[in-house]
């Protein structure tokens, strides 16, 4: 895989996982409340999950290369098409309001990563994501081993990255009484990202 084709993997890793969401609120909530290591721990958590998610998108997208040869091309316009929803949904999400959950703040370092780890497994939706944006980054029949080891550490990297700086800024966050104050432009801007890569995705020859 290229430079260019990798980073402007990470940098869309990095936008989405920058989104305020029930993971970003479960990160900030153990931080503030117990310590920035629980914090950190309960970001590697989340960070583990997408590992596993990235996994079987890979594995399942490679497979379905290697047997459907051709017909994989429709597969492709079906990813482009739920890139492109998904980030319609993020760009209309800035217009309503989003009540977040109470998350139960106790326990050790192993509880805040299996809390993320299992937040982030209960999002099934998110392999959907992952098989919808490989296609446009990578060319699955040729993918190594190395390949595969790069693109973890990327996900490991962008989601773990993004996820602990908010651990560190977690106490100014909770003392904001408004919360994220970014949030709409961050949809926005995360939503177009979205939008465009599934029309690069079309397009792609």
């Known amino acids: 895989m290229s430079t260019a084709d990798l980073t402007p993997l990470f940098l869309i890793m990095v936008a989405l996982a920058a989104i305020p969401s029930s993971s970003v609120a479960l990160v900030v909530v153990r931080s503030a409340t117990l310590n920035v290591r629980n914090g950190i721990a309960t970001a590697f958590g989340i960070a583990a999950g997408d590992l596993v998610f990235v996994v079987m998108a890979i594995m399942g997208l490679t497979a379905l290369s290697e047997i459907m040869g ?96 908010y651990a560190f800024a977690a106490k100014s966050i909770a003392r904001a009484s408004k919360g994220f104050a970014y949030e709409r432009h961050i949809k926005t801007a995360t939503g177009g990202l979205m939008m465009g890569t599934g029309g690069y995705l079309i397009l792609k020859p």
Not at 78 to 87: D, E, M, N, P, Q
Not at 111 to 118: I, M
């Open 70 to 165: 051709a017909f994989f091309t429709l597969i492709r316009y079906s990813a482009a098409g739920y890139l492109i929803w998904f980030g319609i949904g993020l760009v209309r999400s800035t217009t309503r309001h989003q009540p977040r959950e109470m998350i139960v703040s106790s326990g050790g370092l192993v509880t805040s990563f299996v809390s993320g780890l299992t937040l982030t497994l209960g999002d099934v939706k998110a392999i959907l994501f992952y098989a919808s944006l490989f296609p446009a980054f990578v060319d699955l029949p040729a993918l190594s081993a190395a390949d595969i080891a790069v693109i973890l550490g990327i996900t490991l990297l962008a989601v773990g990255g993004v996820k602990t700086l």
